[in-house]
C-alpha cells in the first residue's frame, strides 16, 4: 500500500541529503551537422529537405544524443533557383526552387535520451550551436531591403545576430538563378543551458515578414549534459532491474542483400544479438534487404506490405520504449512501427498491436488493435524519428491497461483529442512482439522507405543507492492530471508515496 510523504519525513531527506559533496560533471555528444535546400511539393508548398546533401549531413540522433531540426514548409520564392548539392551552392535553373524568407522559420531540439549517471542531480542541457548559416539574394522587384540577419525567438533568449548586405537586383529567372549573386550569411549564436534533459531553440529571418530569395541552411553544433554528482556515492543495487538498452540495432553493414542476419555483431544490447523474421510470411525473401546505410523495404504486388519482426517478445519489462528513424519514404508511400503485437502478426494492423504509419508528406496516422484511430500530421522532414513508449501489466496477459505516448523527431502527438494531456489507455498488452512496416503504390519492387537505429530500452527506474528512501523521477508514459498514476517510477525504501 501506497504511504504519504509529509513534512516531516521530507525534512528527514533534505537532512541526509545536505553533508552531501558534489563534483560538476558533463556528458558531450558528437559534432553534429545538418543541411537543407528547398524543395518543391505539391506545387508552391515548399519544403526544406537534405535529399541533396545526405552524403554530407550526419544522422540526426548520435548515441544517446539528437540534434533534430525542423524547418516550416514556409512558401517559395521562385521555381527557379540555385542548387546546394552536398553543401555547395551552385547555379541551377527551373528544374530547381528557391526559398523565401517571409515566413521561414527553423525549430532545433537538443536532448540527451540515455541512462542518467547514478546519483545525478541539477541536470541541465546546453544546445550549442556552432554555425547557422544560409544563402539570400534581395530581388528588387519584390522588396527594398537589401539586407538580411538571423533573429532568434526562443523564449527568454531573443537575440539577432549580425546584418549583412546582400546582392541585388531586378528579378529574372536567370538572376535568382545564380550562384553568384547569393551572399552567405554565417552566425555562431549564444549558446545558454536549460533545466533537465531537452532544449529547443528557434529561429527566423529578419524578424519575419521580408520576401528575400534563400537557399542552402547548414545547422552545426553538438548537445552537452550537464550535472552534479556525489564524489562517493554509496554502492548501488544490482542493476539488473533498472533501466538499459535492450537491443539497438542500427542496420548499417558491410554487406548488402536480403539476408538481414547478416552482420548481428552490429547491434548491442543486453538482448542481442537477435534474429529477424520477414512478413507477411517468414519465407517473403527480397523484400526487405540491408543496404549498408540501412534497411529498406521493397513492397511487390504479392507483397504489398512487407515487415520485419525481431524474433523476440519484448516482456522483459513492464515500461519499455521503442524508437527508429525513418527516412527515404518515397511519396505517397509510408512507413511505421507497431508494438505490443502477437506472435502471428502479419503487418502494423495487427489486432493485439499499437502502430503508427509515417507518410512522406508528413501525415501521421495511429493503429490500435488493428484500427486506424486518429489521422494528424507532423512538419514534412526528410527523417523522422519515431518513439512509442508504454506501460502494461509486467504479466502480458492482456489485463488491465496499457498507456502509451508517442513522439515524431521530439514532438508529443496528441493521442487522446480532447482529453487533458497526450497519452492514451487501451487494454493491458498481451504480447509485445514489435513489427518494423512499409507500403507503397505500384510499380513493384521500388523502395518504399529506410529504417535506422531501432532501439528498445528498459525505462523503469534504476535500482536506488543503498540508504535511499525514495527516489521520483516523475517521468511518466501517462500525461494528464493524476500525479499518482504509475507510481512504479519510483524507488527506494518507502516507495512508493503518494
Known amino acids: 500500500m501506497a504511504s504519504r510523504l509529509t513534512l516531516a519525513m521530507l525534512a528527514s531527506f533534505i537532512g541526509v541529503l545536505c553533508p552531501a559533496i558534489a563534483t560538476a560533471e558533463t556528458i558531450t555528444s558528437a559534432n553534429f551537422s545538418v543541411m537543407f535546400g528547398a524543395t518543391y511539393i505539391n506545387g508552391a508548398a515548399l519544403s526544406w529537405t537534405t535529399t541533396e546533401n545526405a552524403s554530407g549531413s550526419t544522422p540526426t540522433t548520435i548515441g544517446d544524443f539528437s540534434f533534430v531540426p525542423v524547418i516550416l514548409s514556409g512558401r517559395a520564392f521562385t521555381q527557379n533557383g540555385p ?3 552536398n553543401g555547395i551552392l551552385a547555379t541551377g535553373g527551373t528544374t530547381n526552387v528557391t526559398g523565401n524568407a517571409t515566413d521561414f522559420v527553423l525549430s532545433l531540439t537538443g536532448s540527451y535520451d540515455g541512462l542518467l549517471p547514478p546519483g545525478a542531480t541539477d541536470l541541465t542541457l546546453t544546445l550549442n550551436i556552432t554555425r547557422l548559416s544560409i544563402w539570400g539574394w534581395s530581388s528588387t ?3 527594398a531591403v537589401t539586407n538580411m540577419y538571423f533573429s532568434e525567438t ?8 549580425p546584418s549583412i548586405n546582400l546582392r541585388s537586383g531586378v528579378y529574372s529567372p536567370t538572376a535568382v538563378a545564380n550562384a553568384a549573386n547569393y551572399t552567405q550569411l554565417v552566425w555562431d549564436p549564444t549558446d545558454f543551458a536549460v533545466a533537465l534533459t531537452a532544449s529547443t531553440r528557434t529561429f527566423n529571418l529578419n524578424g519575419g515578414g521580408v520576401p528575400l530569395c534563400i537557399e542552402g541552411l547548414t545547422i552545426q553544433g553538438n548537445v552537452v549534459l ?5 564524489t562517493q556515492p554509496p554502492p548501488a543495487v544490482s542493476s539488473g532491474a533498472g533501466q538499459g538498452t535492450l537491443l539497438a540495432d542500427p542496420f548499417v553493414t558491410a554487406y548488402d542483400g536480403e539476408l538481414q542476419d547478416a552482420e548481428l555483431s552490429r547491434q ?9 523474421s520477414d512478413l507477411p510470411s517468414a519465407a517473403n525473401s527480397g523484400q526487405s534487404q540491408l543496404t549498408g546505410a540501412g534497411l529498406v523495404l521493397y513492397p511487390s504486388t504479392a507483397y504489398p506490405m512487407p515487415g520485419l519482426r525481431p524474433d523476440h517478445n519484448f516482456t522483459n519489462s513492464s515500461r519499455l520504449r521503442f524508437s527508429v528513424d525513418i527516412d527515404s519514404i518515397s511519396g505517397g508511400s509510408w512507413g511505421g512501427l507497431a508494438i505490443g503485437c502477437g506472435p502471428d502478426a502479419k503487418s502494423i494492423f495487427d489486432t493485439n498491436g499499437f502502430g503508427i504509419r509515417i507518410f512522406s508528406s508528413g501525415s501521421v496516422m495511429a493503429v490500435s488493435q488493428g484500427a486506424q484511430f486518429l489521422a494528424t500530421s507532423v512538419p514534412a522532414s526528410d527523417s523522422y524519428h519515431l518513439e512509442i513508449e508504454t506501460t502494461t501489466m509486467p504479466a502480458y496477459d492482456g489485463s488491465g491497461t496499457a498507456t502509451l505516448k508517442v513522439s515524431i523527431n521530439g514532438m508529443g502527438i496528441d493521442l487522446n483529442g480532447s482529453a487533458p494531456g497526450i497519452s ?6 498481451a504480447a509485445n512482439y514489435a513489427v518494423i512496416d512499409a507500403t507503397r503504390d505500384s510499380p513493384d519492387n521500388v523502395p518504399a ?10 525505462m523503469r527506474p534504476p535500482s536506488p543507492s543503498a540508504g535511499t528512501l ?3 523521477s516523475f517521468n511518466t508514459v501517462y500525461s494528464g492530471y493524476d500525479v499518482n498514476r504509475e507510481l512504479a517510477r519510483q524507488a527506494g525504501s518507502m516507495a512508493p508515496l503518494t
Open 83 to 85: 542548387t546546394f548539392n
Open 141 to 143: 522587384t519584390h522588396t
Open 154 to 161: 526562443t523564449a527568454g533568449h531573443v537575440a539577432a545576430s
Open 226 to 230: 550537464s550535472y552534479h554528482q556525489l
Open 268 to 276: 548491442s544490447g543486453t538482448l542481442a544479438p537477435i534474429s529477424y
Open 424 to 429: 492514451i489507455d487501451r487494454p493491458g498488452l
Open 449 to 458: 522507405a529506410r529504417f535506422k537505429n531501432f532501439i528498445v530500452m528498459d
Open 470 to 472: 525514495v527516489q521520483d
